[in-house]
T-cell receptor, first 116, second 112 residues
Framework: DTEVTQTPKHLVMGMTNKKSLKCEQH?????MYWYKQKAKKPPELMFV???????INESVPSRFSPECPNSSLLNLHLHALQPEDSALYLC???????????????FGNGTRLTVT | EDKVVQSPLSLVVHEGDTVTLNCSYE??????LLWYKQEKKAPTFLFML????IEKKSGRLSSILDKKELSSILNITATQTGDSAIYLC????????????FGKGTKLSVKP
């Protein structure tokens, strides 16, 4: 088990549904990330939050809406998704760079999303 | 274009064999090179390499970065069936915070 917790583990939703993915970490990390991983492909970056502020949006469609309520929580709100959005959605966190160098990302187990 | 290229894409070996996985990257905005192991779920962090020529070791796994060749290798000695996984190489890039560009991974299968 990882120290980054994602819920739910599995989610099936229709194209008209609204749902949310949740991610939580209590390691005091100040950078949090959403990645999308399609089958047999590497993870691809979607969003980066640094100190609860969105710092990178990798041209993700607006049907994906991230939210960082506090330093421990990261949500991904989903609305009007398409079947091709079916994938494993991974959350990750890392300590904020402290001047001594960068730190690795720690990943959660992901939410496996199926859009019908 | 930022690219991370891994080879081979897949590899089948027998228990006890030693394997070497390769990763090459483009130098643009390079910060560090990371290796992850992914079985069914979360990529698990293995190594982070920032300096060239310094080997990092963890048990039977070791890795080293060559900044002149823009490459890294991951070695696994005395492989076990539990080493079967996809090994992902990722380039960390960026200014004020790091984020990752992943290679396609090497799928390692270790047969008993």
């Amino acid at each position: 088990d990882t120290e980054v917790t994602q819920t739910p583990k599995h989610l099936v939703m229709g194209m008209t549904n609204k749902k949310s993915l949740k991610c939580e970490q209590h390691m005091g990390h100040r950078a949090m990330y959403w990645y999308k991983q399609k089958a047999k492909k590497p993870p691809e970056l979607m969003f980066v939050y640094s100190y609860e502020k969105l710092s990178i949006n990798e041209s993700v469609p607006s049907r994906f809406s991230p939210e960082c309520p506090n330093s421990s929580l990261l949500n991904l709100h989903l609305h009007a998704l398409q079947p091709e959005d079916s994938a494993l959605y991974l959350c990750a966190s890392s300590p904020r760079r402290d001047g001594t160098g960068y730190s690795p990302l720690h990943f959660g187990n992901g939410t496996r999303l199926t859009v019908t | 274009e930022d690219k991370v290229v891994q080879s081979p894409l897949s590899l089948v070996v027998h228990e006890g064999d030693t394997v070497t996985l390769n990763c090459s990257y483009e130098v643009t905005n390079f910060r560090s090179l990371l290796w992850y192991k992914q079985e069914k779920k979360a990529p698990t962090f293995l190594f982070m390499l920032t300096s060239s020529g310094i080997e990092k070791k963890s048990g039977r796994l070791s890795s080293i970065l060559d900044k002149k060749e823009l490459s890294s290798i991951l070695n696994i000695t005395a492989t076990q069936t539990g080493d079967s996984a996809i090994y992902l190489c990722a380039k960390m890039w960026g200014g004020s915070q790091g984020n990752l560009i992943f290679g396609k991974g090497t799928k390692l299968s270790v047969k008993p």
